[in-house]
């Protein structure tokens, strides 16, 4: 059974800090996705990883990066975050590039005040 | 670009009475469609794909290329159905998947 873990479901930071969201997948998959969801815009692609230290920009990258030094862990970095990043946060994984099915974690909840 | 638009945010139905979640994209090609389901306090996890032509908790889509669309039908709707569902789709396999805006269905007893 697939599983991915975020690090926190409720996060609250103050505009400024900087902020670490941690996904980790013990499955051993190549590709790892970060997305916003947010009401009324659906799911929104910010950053998405082919493979260790491979990245590339989804739709909304701008104000996010990301780190991918281990197969298992892909970190979203805010590094400057700003109240218009409050949002719920979903990562992903997808064993391979050509597999169909994505799987995802259980969201964490950011808000930034 | 691609573009998957979902154009009823909240759907309404009465247990019983049968159910229609619209999704119409746009790409010149042929993509991959897929369903995704998030229920209430649970992980988003996939419902159902194009290619596969299966039903999933009494859940059917048929990709309509004249159309541009993939409507996820149920004859019946049940309680346990309310959710909000997502229709993503993907060019070709290994691109990433772009989803629409989402749709909150609400099944009511």
């Known amino acids: 059974d697939v599983k991915v873990t975020q690090s926190s479901r409720y996060l609250v930071k103050r505009t400024g800090e900087k902020v670490f969201l941690e996904c980790v997948q013990d499955m051993d998959h190549e590709n790892m996705f970060w997305y916003r969801q947010d009401p009324g815009l659906g799911l929104r692609l910010i950053y998405f990883s082919y493979d260790v230290k491979m990245k590339e920009k989804g739709d909304i990258p701008e104000g996010y990066s990301v780190s991918r030094e281990k197969k298992e862990r892909f970190s979203l970095i805010l590094e400057s975050a700003s109240t218009n990043q409050t949002s719920m946060y979903l990562c992903?994984?997808?064993?391979?590039?050509?597999?169909?099915?994505?799987?995802f974690g259980p969201g964490t909840r950011l808000t930034v005040t | 670009a691609q573009r998957v638009t979902q154009p009823e945010k909240l759907l309404s139905v009465f247990k019983g009475a049968p159910v229609e979640l619209k999704c119409n994209y746009s790409?010149?090609?042929?993509?991959?469609l897929f369903w995704y389901v998030q229920y209430s306090r649970q992980r988003l996890q996939l419902l159902l794909r194009h290619i596969s032509r299966e039903s999933i908790k009494g859940f059917t889509a048929d990709l309509n290329k004249g159309e541009t669309s993939f409507h996820l039908k149920k004859p019946f709707a049940q309680e346990e159905d309310s959710a909000m569902y997502y229709c993503?789709?993907?060019?070709?396999?290994?691109?990433?998947?772009?989803f629409g805006e989402g749709t909150q269905l609400t099944v009511n007893p």
């Open positions: 993503a789709l993907r060019r070709s396999s290994g691109s990433r998947l772009t």
């Open positions: 992903a994984s997808r064993e391979l590039a050509d597999s169909y099915e994505q799987y």
């Open positions: 790409y010149s090609g042929s993509p991959e």
